[in-house]
């Protein structure tokens, strides 16, 4: 049994061993995974773009990228930001309410 009491999949039902459960429920604890994998996503993704940059940059393709980022940001870029932001943590800044996505 999980801590919340769901039964765990036997090996021989799954094929598999049960995942682990670390936090008080299955839901909060297959979230957690989901947010975990998609963090490590994010890292393969960051390591590939900066590469990439880098040789733009070396090809004088386009300009430094850490010179771009410490410019402010335009009027349309905040609100592009403002955006994103409450489309992708709405559903935590304002629980129950649809977050469009």
């Known amino acids: 049994m999980t801590s919340s009491g769901q039964p765990h999949q036997s090996c021989a039902q799954t094929g598999s061993p049960p995942a682990p459960v670390f936090l008080p429920d299955v839901a909060s604890d297959t979230l957690a995974r989901v947010c975990l ?3 490590a996503e ?56 649809p977050s469009g996505l």
């Not at 905040?78 to 629980?95: C, H, K, M, T």
């Open 42 to 97: 994010l890292w393969v993704v960051r390591r590939r773009l900066a590469a990439v940059e880098r040789r733009l940059v070396d090809a004088d393709v386009i300009a430094d990228c850490d010179q771009a980022e410490a410019e402010p940001l335009s009027e349309t870029d905040l609100q592009a930001r403002r955006r994103f932001v409450e489309r992708v943590l709405g559903p935590v800044l304002a629980p129950g309410q």
């Open 37 to 39: 994998e998609l963090a």
